[in-house]
Structure formats: structure tokens, C-alpha cells
């Protein structure tokens, strides 16, 4: 595990060099953010059914996602930020427009979210499984407090499980687009899994039972993206 590199996120140079060599599940160069390309599902609208339905996931992808994506180019124009890596604009979003905030979020963190859901069954890595039980006592911990962050999060945002700088594993929840790697929530790490709670990505299904939309979601996790994420840390 590149260590270093890890221990670097929090640190105070994070202008300077990379602090992850990824940040997606497969390994990939750091990325201007003005050359973000818009992600192609991995799999149909109807793939993860029942557990999310077709016209959801076409509505949130087609128009949701897409809407983020062409809202955060627009806010890139003309702006230094188009030059930036996505690491070092989200470690310092603090600094840029709301737009960036929102857009620029909104656009990678349903990329991590449609990476981390899969069709078919799949299980966490031995490594990413004794992290967890490390981190939380019990893998069946974790799972409820993900969901209770999932659940209990007030209105509009995200439940993460992150690396932290320490090494341990966390949960939390954030606000609206915002994501572990910015500089304006409380905890800050390498996003490992994510959960959209919008209610977009839930209520033509469930209605107001987000808690059976939590609960579902587990049926339907990419365990393999997960634990690449984990072990490209
Ligand atoms: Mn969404």
C-alpha cells in the first residue's frame, strides 16, 4: 500500500504533488478537470432492478448527471480552475463558485455512485474486509452505520465510506453535491463507497421510504470497484 502517498492527502501540501496516483476504480493518469468526458453507464437502465427501477435510473443519468456534467464544463469556462486536477479543485473548492461546488461534485460523485453498483453479487476483498471489521468491530457494524447515515442524513446529499488519513476506515454523510475529498466537510478522505439519498434517485420507486431504498441498496453493491478503490489507496 503506497502509504506515503496516502498520508500526503491531509497534509498541508496538497497543492503541490498528487496525493493519490487514483481516483477512480481502474488506475488512470490525474485528470484536468476541463477534460472530464461524461462517464457511460456500465450496464442498461433496467440492470438494477428491483432494486432501482429503469425510468429512475434513465431519468437520473440522462438527465440528472447529464445536467451536472454540462453545468460544471459551463463553470469551468474561462476559469483557472478548467486547468486544475479534480483532486486539487475539490481539496480546495473552498476557494471556487458555488457552481464548481455543486456541478463539480454532482458530476463525479455519480460517477463513483453508478461505479459502485453492480447487477450481479459480488463480495468485498479479504484485505477491504479486515479493514472494515478493523475499523467498525463487525462488517454487520458497518453496514448499519452506513445505513443510519444514509437515513438519518436531512434532506438532500450522500452516505460515504472513506479511508481517513489515520488508516481507519469512516462513514459519513454530506451535504447536497459535496464529497470526502473537499475542504468544506468535516471528514475528509478517499471516498471508497457512495450512497445518493436525493430524493431523484429514489422516489418514483419508494416514494418517502428511503429507509427500504437504503436497506435494497446493499443487494446491489459493487464489491469489486470497492475493494479496487480500497487497495489503490
Ligand atoms: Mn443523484
Given at each position: 500500500?503506497?502509504?506515503?502517498?496516502?498520508?500526503?492527502?491531509v497534509g498541508t501540501s496538497l497543492a503541490a504533488a498528487p496525493v493519490w496516483s487514483n481516483i477512480y476504480s481502474a488506475p488512470q493518469p490525474l485528470q484536468?478537470?476541463?477534460?472530464?468526458?461524461?462517464?457511460?453507464?456500465?450496464?442498461?437502465?433496467?440492470?438494477?432492478?428491483?432494486?432501482?427501477?429503469a425510468k429512475t435510473m434513465e431519468i437520473h443519468?440522462?438527465?440528472?448527471?447529464?445536467?451536472?456534467?454540462?453545468?460544471?464544463?459551463?463553470?469551468?469556462?474561462?476559469?483557472?480552475?478548467?486547468?486544475m486536477d479534480l483532486l486539487d479543485l475539490f481539496a480546495g473548492i473552498s476557494k471556487q463558485s458555488a457552481a464548481l461546488r455543486n456541478n463539480g461534485g454532482g458530476y463525479y460523485n455519480h460517477k463513483l455512485f453508478w461505479e459502485n453498483l453492480s447487477p450481479t453479487k459480488t463480495s468485498p476483498s479479504p484485505a477491504l474486509k479486515l479493514a472494515i471489521e478493523k475499523s467498525f468491530g463487525t462488517f454487520e457494524k458497518f453496514i448499519?452505520?452506513?445505513?443510519?447515515?444514509?437515513?438519518?442524513?436531512?434532506?438532500?446529499g450522500w452516505a460515504w465510506l472513506s479511508a481517513g488519513s489515520d488508516g481507519k476506515l469512516f462513514v459519513s454523510d454530506t451535504l447536497n453535491q459535496d464529497n470526502p475529498l473537499m475542504d468544506v466537510v468535516d471528514k475528509r478522505g478517499k471516498p471508497l463507497l457512495c450512497l445518493d439519498?436525493?430524493?431523484?434517485?429514489?422516489?418514483?420507486?419508494?416514494?418517502?421510504?428511503?429507509?427500504?431504498?437504503?436497506?435494497?441498496?446493499w443487494e446491489i453493491v459493487n464489491w469489486d470497484t470497492v475493494s479496487k478503490r480500497f487497495e489503490s489507496r
Amino acid at each position: 500500500m503506497k502509504r506515503r502517498n496516502f498520508l500526503a492527502l491531509v497534509g498541508t501540501s496538497l497543492a503541490a504533488a498528487p496525493v493519490w496516483s487514483n481516483i477512480y476504480s481502474a488506475p488512470q493518469p490525474l485528470q484536468k478537470a476541463v477534460d472530464v468526458t461524461f462517464p457511460e453507464l456500465p450496464y442498461a437502465f433496467n440492470a438494477l432492478e428491483p432494486v432501482i427501477d429503469a425510468k429512475t435510473m434513465e431519468i437520473h443519468y440522462t438527465k440528472h448527471h447529464k445536467a451536472y456534467f454540462n453545468n460544471f464544463l459551463a463553470a469551468l469556462k474561462d476559469s483557472p480552475a478548467a486547468e486544475m486536477d479534480l483532486l486539487d479543485l475539490f481539496a480546495g473548492i473552498s476557494k471556487q463558485s458555488a457552481a464548481l461546488r455543486n456541478n463539480g461534485g454532482g458530476y463525479y460523485n455519480h460517477k463513483l455512485f453508478w461505479e459502485n453498483l453492480s447487477p450481479t453479487k459480488t463480495s468485498p476483498s479479504p484485505a477491504l474486509k479486515l479493514a472494515i471489521e478493523k475499523s467498525f468491530g463487525t462488517f454487520e457494524k458497518f453496514i448499519e452505520e452506513f445505513s443510519n447515515a444514509a437515513k438519518k442524513h436531512f434532506g438532500s446529499g450522500w452516505a460515504w465510506l472513506s479511508a481517513g488519513s489515520d488508516g481507519k476506515l469512516f462513514v459519513s454523510d454530506t451535504l447536497n453535491q459535496d464529497n470526502p475529498l473537499m475542504d468544506v466537510v468535516d471528514k475528509r478522505g478517499k471516498p471508497l463507497l457512495c450512497l445518493d439519498v436525493w430524493e431523484h434517485a429514489y422516489y418514483l420507486q419508494y416514494q418517502n421510504r428511503r429507509a427500504d431504498y437504503v436497506d435494497k441498496f446493499w443487494e446491489i453493491v459493487n464489491w469489486d470497484t470497492v475493494s479496487k478503490r480500497f487497495e489503490s489507496r
